[in-house]
């Protein structure tokens, strides 16, 4: 493997330190820009980079066990590197570890620290030679950390799903969001069965597995695909994107042909336009210009375009014009992403206790700002791709308690075997009075 593999890691880790953009966009923009390199060195790359994030706290954990010097003090680059080097050595059994050592210290040298080889060599060596027999936080006496370090969970989140689902959906939840996450895409309505199959045998020819969804006919997991762009029927627009989660949301709303729909927060756009095949048009608003670009390239492609007017609008300000116009609404607010912490890895470093007090205030004010749209006797469809009461549950009894609407149904889904992300929808409907 080509030495600089490892240092377009250790700058990509470095640019997730620096706290700007979500891992998962740094990651692509990385496997982008090194679109040359040949597909085992771009796989060594997603894997090492997520990999690191993913397991930061336990790395961290093992770190501290066998350095002198604290994860914390150590200086940005040697973070780094050494947590590249204990996750190769911990979980990457294709990498000797004495490459994992050796690379690491060459790199150390490379970036101007020289005096400190010595220091990581000697860490990650130690780690090594006792991988097997480091001792981890007691389940007895420590068993909220130990779940936090085993599963790489902040404490905090450990504490509050062990009040809410108990230990053992707890420790099965922790689980299933370390598992690898294939790719979820739908074919669309125009797509026949099969045409479906044929699609799929011509994808899993070119060395991809492909699993039909036990949930929806028309959805379908993928893994091992280089890119969903290249695969035989995106640019036709057979396909799209999209989480069944999601999918399931579009259908607990029961559509019908002339149904004309409101989407409030519809970045990146899999309700909108999974709503424009079954109903008569969606308006989908969103506060980003760029993230409705991709609504509209979606739209044109998949042959939408006439179904789908796509707006800027910020969902907290009241539009009377469009008072009592849809015949739903969905309502896919801002959320703590919780249940998303599978493909986008480091939000659970990012979000804490205070921020969901600020996100529900957010939500609360989106409610406000949009539920006027719904006709009388029509559906409002609250979701989020959390898995955290306060913006789920206590949010809808609060809808129900401030606004003429009553609950028809709730579905709080969990990443059951990772096909999954967490995700919470509710169909509310509105009085006719």
């Known amino acids: 493997m080509a030495e600089n593999v490892r240092e377009i890691v250790l700058d990509t880790l470095l640019e997730m330190e620096r706290g700007g953009e979500y891992s ?22 997603k894997r090492l980079a997520e990999g690191c994030v993913e397991r930061r706290i336990e790395l961290d954990y093992i770190l501290n066990r066998c ?42 040298g490379r970036r101007k620290f020289t005096g400190l080889k010595g ?51 707890t420790r099965l939840l922790l689980e299933q969001l370390l598992a690898v996450h294939p790719v979820t895409v739908r074919f669309g309505g125009r797509v026949t069965p099969d045409r479906r199959r044929a699609y799929m045998e011509n994808w899993q020819g070119k060395g991809v597995r492909v699993t039909p969804s036990e949930y929806l006919d028309y959805a379908c997991y993928l893994e091992g695909a280089p890119g969903v762009t290249g695969l035989a ?11 069944v989660s999601s999918m399931l949301c579009v259908e607990a709303a029961g559509l019908r042909e002339g149904d004309r729909i409101m989407d409030v927060c519809a970045a990146p756009g899999g309700k909108a336009l999974l709503a424009a095949e079954k109903a008569a048009h969606v308006l989908a608003r969103d506060v980003s210009e760029q993230k409705l670009e991709r ?92 898995i955290d009461r306060r913006e789920n549950q206590d949010m809808c009894e609060w809808i129900c308690a401030n606004y003429p609407f009553t609950l028809e149904e709730c579905r709080q889904l969990l990443p059951e075997r990772a096909h999954m992300d967490g995700f919470f929808y509710a169909r509310l409907r509105r009085g006719l009075n």
């Open 24 to 45: 998962d966009r740094i990651v692509k923009a990385v496997l982008d820009k090194y679109d040359y390199l040949d597909s085992q060195d771009k796989r060594f790359i």
């Open 67 to 108: 350095s002198t010097v604290p994860v914390n003090r150590m200086k940005p680059l040697i973070r780094c590197l050494m947590r590249m080097g204990a996750y190769q050595i911990l979980y990457m059994d294709t990498v000797p570890d004495s490459a994992a050592c050796n690379e690491a210290v060459k790199l150390a």
């Open 119 to 169: 220091f990581v060599n000697g860490v990650l060596r130690r780690i090594a030679a006792e991988k097997d027999r480091i001792p981890m936080p007691d389940p007895v006496t420590e068993p909220l950390r130990c779940l936090s370090v085993q599963y790489s969970m902040p404490e905090w989140i450990v504490e509050m799903w062990l009040g809410e689902y108990g230990a053992e959906q």
């Open 233 to 243: 029927g995106y640019a036709e627009g057979a396909f799209a994107v999209q989480d």
């Open 295 to 386: 609504i509209r390239e979606n739209a044109r492609r998949m042959g939408l375009e006439e179904k789908i007017t796509v707006q800027l609008w910020d969902a907290r300000q009241a539009d009377e014009s469009m008072a009592e116009s849809a015949d739903a609404v969905f309502m896919d607010v801002p959320c703590s992403g919780l249940g998303v912490l599978g493909k986008k890895r480091d939000i659970k470093y990012r979000v804490t206790p205070e921020s969901l007090d600020e996100l529900t205030r957010l939500q609360r004010e989106i409610i406000e700002g949009s539920w006027r749209y719904v006709k009388p006797g029509g559906v409002l469809m609250y979701s989020t791709c959390t």
